[in-house]
């Protein structure tokens, strides 16, 4: 065992309580993030006595289908003094909080090195189970109690940053969607004289792609006529480099439109050079993950891109080339998405084909009231990026 290092399981044990007087009514469920909810179960029928009772500062967790899902669900309950759950999940606490904090443990089990160690541990067949007895000989670092002390509060001081940023920017989107609705889909954007275009008699004309009259002027466009579509990076047969400071984006990179360089693959420079030079990303340009998870987006503002990024081939780049604003066009394709993941039969774990992007179209206004709304919304759209980049790396 490594000095200062424990063995999980001479620091905890199993709790099993059972709702046998039905005192409890509170169900939840425990998700691949680590998190509890309110279960979706239909319990109707089902004996409710067989259920475990969980208190505040108690844990659940899953071993099955660890492998799988490359995670181990395991959550601290904080929000319920107590609730039942799934007698499938065992239920645990700390033996003695003068030598672990329920927290601190927490704070362990949230770390991509538990899940990757649980993962490498976790055996049964395809499902990928982790054994209960391989779970306890896993192991962690256990400093002072102050230490642990302190390492909560500064994990729950960056978690509440987070939290507010979310808020924010959920507020902020909130607003240039109902912009973006108001203008592009009811046709209200100001006319000449500021008054809403529709309802003020502004001249329109019948578009057959989307089956109802636009403004003047305006017309449907597809992505292949006003952008260059990039989709051919590497399929990830690389090797890692450690610390080269060449970065390999995929899918599972791309988080909350922004790119996530914490835990990104880095490669060779000559890796990088053989795919940079087709990529060739720059300010302006849209991402959008085509393949695994698809429907990812990401927009690249001035200054952002590290300048040694390079993509596999789950990553399109959409590059502008017409005359269209780019920070408009992603806001375009971002009201436009789930359109977009259709094509790809409404699945999230599907492919997304090229030809599939190049004919998908969009509405495109005036560059006169493109550049009108971009007036109105950037100042939102840029912090709510920083915010979000805050968030993630």
Not at 363 to 387: D, V
Request: aromatic letters at 10%; charged letters at 25%; one cysteine or more.
């Amino acid at each position: 065992m490594n000095e200062g290092y424990r063995k999980i399981g001479d620091l905890i044990q199993l709790v099993d309580i059972r709702n046998k007087d039905l005192s409890i009514t509170h169900l939840v469920g425990l998700t691949i993030n680590k998190m509890f909810i309110p279960s979706v179960a239909n319990t109707i029928g089902t004996d409710m006595t067989k259920y475990k009772i969980i208190r505040k500062n108690q844990f659940a967790c899953s071993t099955m289908q660890v492998r799988r899902d490359k995670k181990m669900p395991v959550a601290l309950l904080k929000e319920f003094d107590e609730a039942i759950i799934s007698q499938a999940y065992p239920v645990f606490e700390v033996k003695n909080e003068n030598e672990v904090l329920p927290d601190y443990l927490m704070l362990w089990f949230t770390r991509s090195e538990f899940d990757r160690e649980a993962c490498f541990n976790a055996v049964g067949g395809v499902r990928g189970s982790l054994e209960w007895e391989d779970f306890c000989n896993m192991e962690l670092p256990i400093p002072s109690i102050e230490k642990q002390q302190e390492l909560v509060v500064q994990y729950q001081s960056i978690s509440n940053k987070i939290k507010v940023n979310e808020l924010i920017c959920e507020k902020l989107e909130a607003t240039a969607q109902t912009l973006y609705r108001q203008w592009f889909v009811d046709f209200e954007f100001p006319n000449a004289d500021g008054e809403p275009y529709s309802s003020s008699g502004g001249a329109m004309v019948f578009d057959e792609d989307l089956d109802k009259e636009i403004p003047q002027a305006w017309g449907m466009k597809s992505l292949g006529s006003i952008t260059s579509l990039i989709t051919d990076g590497k399929h990830g047969n690389s090797k890692d480099e450690w610390r080269s400071g060449y970065y390999f984006i995929s899918a599972k990179d791309i988080n909350n439109e922004v790119i996530n360089y914490s835990n990104a693959r880095e490669i060779s420079r000559t890796d990088f050079t053989e795919t940079h030079n087709r990529t060739n990303l720059k300010d302006g340009d849209t991402l959008i993950t085509n393949s695994g998870t698809i429907g990812k987006l990401a927009y690249i503002y001035p200054n952002d891109i590290n300048s040694r990024t390079t993509f596999q081939k789950s990553v399109a780049i959409l590059k502008p080339i017409s005359e269209i604003n780019s920070l408009f066009f992603f806001q375009s394709i971002k009201f436009s998405v789930k359109d977009l993941i259709n094509l790809a039969g409404g699945s999230t774990q599907s492919n997304l084909l090229l030809g599939d992007i190049k004919n998908f179209k969009i509405l495109k206004p005036t560059r006169e009231i493109e550049n009108l709304y971009i007036e109105k919304t950037s100042g939102a759209c840029k912090l709510s990026f920083s915010l979000k980049t805050q968030n993630v790396n």
